[in-house]
């Protein structure tokens, strides 16, 4: 009895280090999607209005740095707490 309950134990920590895993996977997934939608919404901005590209840029780049440092700290505290 006691054996199966250590089987047990160890398989939930490894549906643990999936979720992490998958959890991962979908912050990547995340960043990726939104920084390809800034950087889609800053194309088309820049091509309606090309003298205000120089503030665009400064923007998309401002956002883009923004979800990235979110997507960082995800991803450390999945590792920290996985």
Not at 6 to 28: D, F, P, R, S, T
Not at 47 to 66: C, H, K, V, Y
């Amino acid at each position: 009895m006691f054996d199966f309950a250590l089987v047990l134990a160890q398989e939930a920590l490894n549906v643990g280090k999936m979720g992490v895993g998958i959890g991962m996977g979908l912050v990547i997934l995340g960043a990726g999607l939104g920084i390809g939608r800034i950087g889609s919404a800053a194309v088309d901005a820049i091509a309606r209005q090309p003298e205000a590209s120089g503030t665009i840029s400064t923007q998309m780049l401002i956002s883009a740095a923004l979800i990235e440092g979110a997507t960082v700290i995800a991803l450390i505290l999945m590792l920290i707490l996985g």
